[in-house]
């Protein structure tokens, strides 16, 4: 598998869109794994740090409706 930006061979693959990253285009970035509510209220996440990603796909903050997948 080769980078999608350069075509040199690739080291993994951007964990959000799955695009495939060299060494010398490959970024991080942290990774919600869960989200759940604490015994306090406050919603908390279970969370990765460094997780590899391509830095062209652009990973929303927030969760999309999808009402049509009920």
Known sequence: MN???CGAPA????????????KNHV?????IVA???GRDGVTKAVA???VLYCGF???QPR???M???V
């Open 3 to 5: 980078c999608f930006e």
């Open 11 to 22: 080291v993994g693959v951007c964990r959000f869109c799955g695009r495939a990253v060299c």
């Open 27 to 31: 970024q991080t970035m942290p990774y």
């Open 35 to 37: 989200l759940y509510q």
């Open 48 to 50: 990765v740090s460094d």
């Open 57 to 59: 796909c652009r990973p």
């Open 63 to 65: 969760p999309v409706p």
């Open 67 to 69: 009402p049509e997948l």
